[in-house]
C-alpha cells in the first residue's frame, strides 16, 4: 500500500494514473473500490481517473442513479463504468444493473464508490483506494491491492 497526501483536486491525477497502470490489457474489467468519508473527494479522484482516460464529458457523482457510463480515448480502456453504492440496500440492487457482467467486461473501468456497500461483490482484484481527511484542505490517499 501507498500513501499520498493531496492538497488540489489537481494533484490526484497523478494517482489516478499511477492506480491506472497497475491494470494491464486484461480479459476483464479493471476495478478500483474508492472508500471514504462522505465528501472526502472520491468522485474528484473519478474525475481524475476520467481525465487520464480520456473522458471528454462532464463527470457527476451517479449517488441517485447508481451508475453512469462514459467513453474514453485511451487506447486499452474504452469504457468507464462509475458506480456509487451509497444507498444500495441489498445485493440484488446490483444485479439489476448487471454488475457481475460489468465486472468481466473487456476493456472497461468500474469505479466503485462506497464498495463496502457491496462487499460480497467486489472482487479481490480490485484496486483499493481510501480517502481520508487530514484537515478542510488536506487528504491522505491510500492506494494498493
Given at each position: ?35 471514504g468519508e462522505l465528501g472526502v473527494g472520491k468522485t ?13 464529458e462532464h463527470i457527476t457523482s451517479p449517488t441517485f ?42 476493456g472497461s473501468v468500474l469505479c466503485i464508490e462506497w ?31
Amino acid at each position: 500500500m501507498k500513501t499520498t497526501t493531496v492538497r488540489t483536486p489537481e494533484e490526484m491525477e497523478p494517482i489516478a494514473r499511477e492506480v491506472l497502470e497497475r491494470f494491464g490489457a486484461g480479459s476483464v474489467a479493471a476495478v478500483i473500490a474508492l472508500s471514504g468519508e462522505l465528501g472526502v473527494g472520491k468522485t474528484i479522484f473519478t474525475k481524475a481517473l476520467a481525465q487520464v482516460l480520456g473522458v471528454t464529458e462532464h463527470i457527476t457523482s451517479p449517488t441517485f442513479v447508481v451508475m453512469k457510463q462514459y467513453a474514453t480515448t485511451h487506447p486499452v480502456f474504452k469504457k468507464l463504468i462509475h458506480i456509487d453504492a451509497y444507498r444500495v440496500e441489498d445485493l440484488e440492487e446490483m444485479r439489476v444493473i448487471d454488475l457481475p457482467r460489468l465486472l468481466e467486461e473487456e476493456g472497461s473501468v468500474l469505479c466503485i464508490e462506497w464498495p463496502e456497500r457491496i462487499a460480497a461483490m467486489i472482487p479481490e482484484r480490485a484496486c483499493r483506494v481510501t480517502i481520508a481527511s487530514l484537515d478542510e484542505h488536506t487528504r491522505t490517499v491510500t492506494y494498493g491491492d
